[in-house]
């Protein structure tokens, strides 16, 4: 069973940081892109960085480019979002995602999300 | 940037209905769509994939239509489970974007 589960989320404040996990499992994690998708209280999806297999392929929403970081460890089954200079829009709840691309391109399974607030 | 409009924003509709819910795309997507549920306090679920395919262990009474910029998530007929919020998502380039979202409600 493929399971996603997102940690390291919580309270902190304007201009701090904070690193969010994911640890897959059943799944080969190395053979799949993954993906972070965001949801500011009350409002839709918001697609945020990309990552593929190896980790020489990242991609950014415009709003966090030179603020955040996303980073993969195949070998620990994990994905990784390093957030800098945090702001409040950035207050959300994050979701891991697999992108899968057999057919299309889609994200077929999803963490139960963790939530990040920013605020003084 | 693809900008993803979905029509309604939100739709009452009874049990045994049929529904219909709309996502334009502000240029051609292809067949680069997909649909997602999302019931308050849950992750998204992946219902339709590549505009038409039904992801796997999703009900029938679940379908996708559509190619180019106009595109069509319909449900045959309504079950209590259904009520939730839909959203349509580009993946034809990036950034991925999805539409502001579909709130089916009970009436």
């Known amino acids: 069973e493929v399971q996603l589960v997102e940690s390291g989320g919580g309270l902190v404040q304007p201009g701090g940081s904070l690193r969010l996990s994911c640890a897959a499992s059943g799944f080969t994690f190395n053979s799949y892109w993954m993906t972070w998708v965001r949801q500011a209280p009350g409002k839709g999806l918001e697609w945020v960085a990309n990552?593929?297999?190896?980790?020489?392929?990242?991609y950014y929403v415009d709003s966090v480019k030179g603020r955040f970081t996303i980073s993969r460890d195949n070998a620990k089954n994990s994905l990784y979002l390093q957030m800098n200079s945090l702001r409040a829009e950035d207050t959300a709840v994050y979701y891991c995602?697999?992108?899968?691309?057999?057919?299309?391109?889609?994200?077929?399974?999803w963490g139960q999300g963790t939530r990040v607030t920013v605020s003084s | 940037d693809i900008q993803m409009t979905q029509s309604p924003s939100s739709l009452s509709a009874s049990v045994g209905d049929r529904v219909t819910i709309t996502c334009r795309a502000s240029q051609s997507i292809s067949s680069y769509l997909n649909w997602y549920q999302q019931k308050p306090g849950k992750a998204p679920k992946l219902l339709i994939y590549a505009a038409s395919r039904l992801q796997s262990g999703v009900p029938s009474r679940f379908s996708g239509s559509g190619s180019g910029t106009d595109f069509t998530l319909t449900i045959s007929s309504l079950q209590p489970e259904d009520f939730a919020t839909y959203y349509c998502q580009q993946s034809y380039s990036t950034p991925i974007t999805f539409g502001q979202g579909t709130r089916l409600e009970i009436k």
């Open positions: 990552i593929n297999q190896d980790g020489s392929e990242k």
């Open positions: 995602a697999r992108r899968n691309l057999e057919g299309g391109d889609y994200f077929d399974y």
